[in-house]
């Protein structure tokens, strides 16, 4: 039956995250079981019709449940998270999507409605049993572990290159530069058409998940008027002497087999419409790689901030069900 999981908050990461599964073929080895919103049921329904048009699933709605492709989905519409119906469900994994139960002690709730685990999409407070980015620290998880972070999207897109540079050459230190797509909080944006520098805890947070790395990587994020799809630039100093074709070589490598879907790799001259809805957390770009003296490295990966991390929540959920 596979893996039975809740979506709290059905938002633009709690939907992306329910298209993904369908979109991936994973309904039998993942089971969305419920949704919680606090959107009224006739929006919900609305979202997941518009959401999985061109899927060819079938959907019905009766009273406060959603028939997907033959499977009852329960909605509910509760903002205490203690009383959600999880152990009533049997839910295994619930992804907290709301964005307002991202610290360990709240996302917790979960736990005592009765959930076994819980997987929070962001970076998370130092109480949480681990910080995973699938594909590089899976191997991390725990069966004890019952609150995890997924991380952020820009965690995932730079801890999959770092990941692999780092093995191969070395990382000292590094700067990274996020040229990130609008959100929510930044709707005004699209008329204004501003580019607004922000702060950004990914690179600060690398060592969460590659812990040797801890503090040695730094950067900035800067908002741009554009729906989807980001750019992470990364200038690092490498310990070895390298050249822009091992570099090249290196991420073609681990994108083919060791990090084969969470890793992409193009050396096409590619524009970010070009990566809109790839599945993969970073798709690095051979065609920007520079190398300067033999260790001054610049590299470039994009990553649609929504669609490559709603499929590594897929992931993560499965694998920590699994270890």
Request: charged letters at 20%.
């Amino acid at each position: 039956m596979g893996i039975r999981i809740a979506i709290n908050g059905f938002g633009r990461i709690g939907r992306s995250v329910l298209k993904a599964l369908y979109a991936s073929n994973r309904q039998e080895q993942i089971q969305v079981v419920a949704i919680n919103d606090i959107e009224s049921f006739s929006t919900v329904a609305e979202h997941v019709k518009n959401d999985l048009s061109g899927l060819n699933i079938k959907l019905s709605t009766d009273k406060n449940t959603l028939l997907m492709a033959g499977r009852d989905v329960h909605y509910s519409s509760q903002a205490n998270p203690v009383k959600l119906p999880w152990k009533s469900l049997n839910i295994d994994v619930v992804l907290e999507c709301t964005g307002q139960f991202t610290q360990a002690e709240s996302a917790h709730m979960h736990i005592l409605a009765g959930a076994k685990k819980v997987l929070i999409s962001a970076l998370s407070d130092d109480k949480v049993d681990a910080t995973i980015v699938y594909g590089v620290n899976q191997a991390d998880l725990k069966a004890e572990h019952k609150v995890v972070s997924n991380g952020s999207c820009t965690l995932n897109c730079l801890a999959h290159m770092v990941s692999v540079l780092d093995a191969a050459m070395g990382v000292e230190y590094g700067l990274s530069t996020t040229l990130h797509a609008y959100d929510d909080r930044h709707e005004s944006m699209v008329e204004q058409i501003p580019m607004i520098p922000t702060k950004t805890n990914s690179p600060n947070s690398i060592g969460l998940v590659l812990p040797h790395m801890k503090g040695k990587i730094d950067g900035l994020s800067i908002r741009l008027s554009t729906i989807s799809v980001a750019m992470l630039d990364v200038t690092f100093s490498s310990k070895n002497q390298t050249t822009v074709a091992e570099v090249n070589e290196r991420m073609r490598q681990a994108a083919s087999a060791s990090l084969q879907g969470a890793l992409g790799y193009s050396e096409e001259n590619a524009v970010s419409t070009d990566f809109s809805a790839h599945p993969a957390s970073c798709v690095f770009d051979a065609t920007q790689t520079k190398v300067t003296s033999g260790r001054l490295v610049k590299v470039v990966g994009w990553f649609d901030n929504e669609w490559g991390f709603s499929n590594r929540m897929l992931d993560t959920a499965q694998a920590m069900m699994t270890n």
